[in-house]
């Protein structure tokens, strides 16, 4: 290649890569927005019957929990076919998907109507988050991965933050219903533009054998294509590692990371459900008022998306695992600052502290996993933590709900939520290496089956 052309590649490949990533963003923003819209308008819920009927905490926890089942189920399913069907094909349906859903929410009149609604609008918002993951790390440069996907998947807090500051704004003008019918806005602007503008994955289309189209959308693109590389004499795939999706994900080759990553990320959307569902509520039982407490929820999300920024450098640095294991850590030493009765610029300050424990490492894990696994089954992989992980997203409404409906004292809350953070730091260290990185230390070269023997594949940063 020329200088010239190797000039003009690259250009294709920056304008391809900022479009994806401003894309998926936006996407994830309004994931985000969704994720605290409802933790906005809970408390509205709670104190007038008139809007869908009569709600008590119980019932606002599962409210809250039906939109998660959604997610995770949504999440699930992309990881059956987001593996065949292509990166492109998933996103496209989820952004219709979820803004018909937040449309339809905003005219509810009862909570049984809402909850089913909630439900339909996770299962958008579960392949969303799956399948822009994929995308993002199979297009990110070399180098800059963890950055990238901090970026994208900081469009998440991001979201949370907007949906906090509009709700303070404007609920008064246009009401819960008018903010639900913000999140349905994907329909009118974003998808008509990822329609355009969203290319499918060149290291996708090759894992799938349709070369000619991957080299075509390589020469779009800009992106090299992955290189095949004969295995050296001696080396083997290990068995399980050409298998495609879950098949690939449960295999002996990958189940034990697998489940811990799981449980990891489930760990943590225990920590931000249950915070972005239940810390308006929190904080209005300790004295402050509504606009307040919202507040209180602004400087959360606020605090996961700089600090997730700011966390993603080191992970490119020095590795995503030992930067989730401190920011777990981090996050949990905040919690229980809370209990020491600071005043107010303290608790908002060590307030942004715990986003980034809990919004801004789910950010890191979305990242830490997508690049922890193979083409052939990177979808899946973070499909799984999106999904299984939503059962700690399920439960964090739920436990909120619990654990204040039984009385429980406000620090005995926040005592509760650090233990959990402990819990996420002992997880993080319990992942061994990625496999593709031990092979490499052990063949010179990162295997990334095509189908299940040599020669094998390996994208060019």
Request: hydrophobic share 50%.
């Amino acid at each position: 290649m020329t200088p010239t052309q190797h000039a003009s590649a690259e250009a294709r490949r920056l304008r391809t890569v900022t479009w994806i990533v401003a894309l998926a963003t936006v996407g994830l923003i309004f994931d985000g927005y969704d994720l605290v819209v409802y933790g906005a308008v809970v408390s509205t819920f709670l104190r007038d019957p008139s809007h869908i009927g009569n709600v008590t905490p119980a019932i606002a926890g599962l409210l809250g929990s039906y939109a998660l089942v959604g997610v995770m189920a949504g999440a699930l399913l992309a990881g059956l076919v987001g593996d065949m069907l292509g990166r492109r094909k998933v996103m496209l349906i989820s952004y219709a998907w979820f803004s018909v859903g937040m449309a339809l929410t905003a005219m509810a009149t009862t909570s049984d109507a809402f909850g089913w609604l909630r439900f339909w609008t996770g299962l958008g918002i579960g392949s969303l988050v799956a399948t822009t993951a994929a995308l993002v790390a199979e297009y990110a440069p070399k180098g800059k991965k963890n950055t990238i996907n901090a970026i994208t998947n900081g469009g998440i807090p991001l979201g949370s933050l907007l949906a906090a500051l509009l709700a303070i704004l404007l609920m008064q003008h246009i009401g819960w219903r008018g903010l639900f019918w913000i999140g349905a806005l994907p329909m009118v602007t974003l998808l008509p533009l990822a329609y355009f503008k969203m290319p499918e994955s060149v290291a996708w289309l090759a894992s799938r054998g349709r070369m000619d189209e991957a080299r075509a959308m390589s020469e779009r693109t800009g992106v090299p294509m992955p290189e095949v590389v004969a295995a050296r004499p001696g080396t083997s795939v290990p068995a399980g590692a050409g298998k495609v999706g879950f098949a690939g994900l449960f295999s002996r080759y990958y189940l034990f990371p697998t489940i811990v990553l799981g449980l990891m990320s489930a760990t943590g959307l225990v920590l931000v459900y249950s915070l972005n569902t239940w810390l308006p509520e929190i904080m209005l039982r300790a004295g402050f008022n509504a606009k307040g407490s919202l507040s209180f929820l602004a400087v959360l999300n606020g605090g996961s998306l700089f600090g997730a920024l700011a966390a993603s450098r080191a992970a490119d640095r020095f590795g995503p695992k030992p930067v989730v294991a401190a920011c777990f850590a981090t996050g949990a030493l905040a919690l229980v600052l809370l209990t020491l009765g600071f005043p107010l610029a303290g608790l908002l300050a060590i307030i942004a502290v715990v986003g980034l424990g809990t919004s801004g490492t789910q950010t890191l894990i979305y990242g830490f996993v997508a690049n922890y696994y193979r083409t052939n089954v990177r979808a899946a992989g973070v499909a799984w933590c999106a999904g299984f992980g939503r059962l700690g997203g399920i439960g964090g409404p739920m436990l909120g709900s619990t654990m204040i409906g039984a009385g429980f004292a406000l620090d005995s809350i926040f005592y509760v939520l650090a233990g959990l953070g402990v819990l996420g730091v002992l997880l993080t260290l319990m992942v061994p290496m990625a496999r593709a990185q031990m092979e490499q230390r052990k063949t010179g070269i990162e295997p990334v089956p095509t189908g299940g023997s040599a020669p094998v594949m390996t994208a060019t940063a």
